[in-house]
T-cell receptor, first 114, second 112 residues
Framework: NAGVMQNPRHLVRRRGQEARLRCSPMKGHSHVYWYRQLPEEGLKFMVYLQKENIIDESGMPKERFSAEFPKEGPSILRIQQVVRGDSAAYFC????????????FGPGTRLTVL | QKEVEQNSGPLSVPEGAIASLNCTYSDRVSQSFFWYRQYSGKSPELIMSIYSNGDKEDGRFTAQLNKASQYVSLLIRDSQPSDSATYLCAVKLTFGNEKLTFGTGTRLTIIP
């Protein structure tokens, strides 16, 4: 029973490029959450999605960041025109339903912006 | 005031002793509380969840919740070197607000 999958595990981008982070939730899970962990800081909520819907994006920066969870395929977190401050670990978590509190985390994508 | 506060540590505990980790939260309507363990360079792993006042035990781990004091703690009995990690306290508000709010974590080191 595969867990939450994220790819790539490590991503290096130069300033101004685009970063695309992918997350496949656990089988049977329809709720996806993205969190960001800056160096030496705690995890910060970014966005909560269900299939084809953004439910809560209160933690997303207003510019350059977007997320989607299409009917088919993984959830994608997209960062346009990356800056050095975007360097962080980006974690995806999933849960089966909204009634289930437990969120299971994927291994994360470590983004480095040069 | 931070929404979820933890002592950043590092907290050093001798092997075999009890490690006590503490967390306070600011929002009184918080309903669900979680402890995650995170090894360096790895993802958070759920250790315990607790929803009601009192104690909840699972193996060597005991979570304690006091909603009146807005305080949640994690006790680790018979601490092992493999328990050395950063422990993250996370809080979720009422139904319908699904995001987890995390503290910055307490770094625990078990000394052999």
């Amino acid at each position: 029973n595969a867990g939450v999958m994220q790819n790539p595990r490590h991503l290096v981008r130069r300033r101004g490029q685009e970063a695309r982070l992918r997350c496949s939730p656990m089988k049977g899970h329809s709720h996806v959450y993205w969190y960001r962990q800056l160096p030496e800081e705690g995890l910060k909520f970014m966005v909560y999605l269900q299939k084809e819907n953004i439910i809560d994006e209160s933690g997303m920066p207003k510019e350059r960041f977007s997320a989607e969870f299409p009917k088919e395929g993984p959830s994608i977190l997209r960062i346009q025109q990356v800056v050095r401050g975007d360097s962080a670990a980006y974690f995806c978590a999933s849960s089966p339903t909204m009634d289930t509190d437990t969120q299971y985390f994927g291994p994360g994508t470590r983004l480095t912006v040069l | 005031q931070k929404e979820v506060e933890q002592n950043s540590g590092p907290l050093s505990v001798p092997e075999g002793a009890i490690a006590s980790l503490n967390c306070t939260y600011s929002d009184r309507v918080s309903q669900s509380f979680f402890w995650y363990r995170q090894y360096s360079g790895k993802s958070p792993e759920l250790i315990m969840s607790i929803y009601s006042n009192g104690d909840k035990e699972d193996g060597r781990f005991t979570a304690q919740l006091n909603k009146a004091s807005q305080y949640v703690s994690l006790l680790i009995r018979d601490s092992q070197p493999s328990d050395s990690a950063t422990y993250l306290c996370a809080v979720k508000l009422t139904f319908g607000n699904e995001k987890l709010t995390f503290g910055t974590g307490t770094r625990l080191t078990i000394i052999p």
